[in-house]
């Protein structure tokens, strides 16, 4: 369950489907970046599994402008970059997570290049200007 976040308060998560939702700002909407998170996958799911990103609700399902997620019925990490209103650069990981062990991704994207991070080390990368 997602929580919609207001000033002047503090999170606290129990571990089970719990997520944040922060309303949009122009300056999230990111042409170059870097996004990390940590992440534990205590189990694998029939599904995808949305990490981070950020998400424009739209008319019909979702617009991204940049997005981690984790692959459904395994651990394989996928990210997403929306180069263009119609099209968008992705890559999926080369490495899978090890359930159960917290693991660091970063997700770069530097105007050519977009480069997952596990754990501090290269993993996959993808040439594609905006």
């Known amino acids: 369950m997602a929580t919609v976040v207001n ?23 990111l042409s170059t970046f870097t996004v990390e ?21 739209e008319t019909i399902g979702l617009k991204e402008n940049y997005g981690l997620w984790i692959h459904p019925n395994t651990t394989q990490i996928q990210i997403e970059f929306a180069t263009s209103d119609s099209s968008s650069e992705y890559t999926d990981s080369n490495s899978y997570l090890t359930l159960n062990e917290w693991a660091h991704l970063a997700m770069t994207y ?3 290049n977009l480069k997952l991070y596990i754990n501090g080390q290269l993993d996959s990368s993808r040439n594609g200007e905006r």
């Open 37 to 57: 998170t940590w992440v534990k996958v205590n189990e694998i799911k029939d599904d995808w599994q949305f990490v981070l990103g950020k998400l424009t609700p």
């Open 110 to 112: 530097d105007g050519t």
């Open 7 to 29: 000033y002047n308060q503090s999170l606290l998560f129990d571990g089970f489907d719990d997520g944040v939702i922060i309303p949009h700002n122009a300056n999230l909407s």
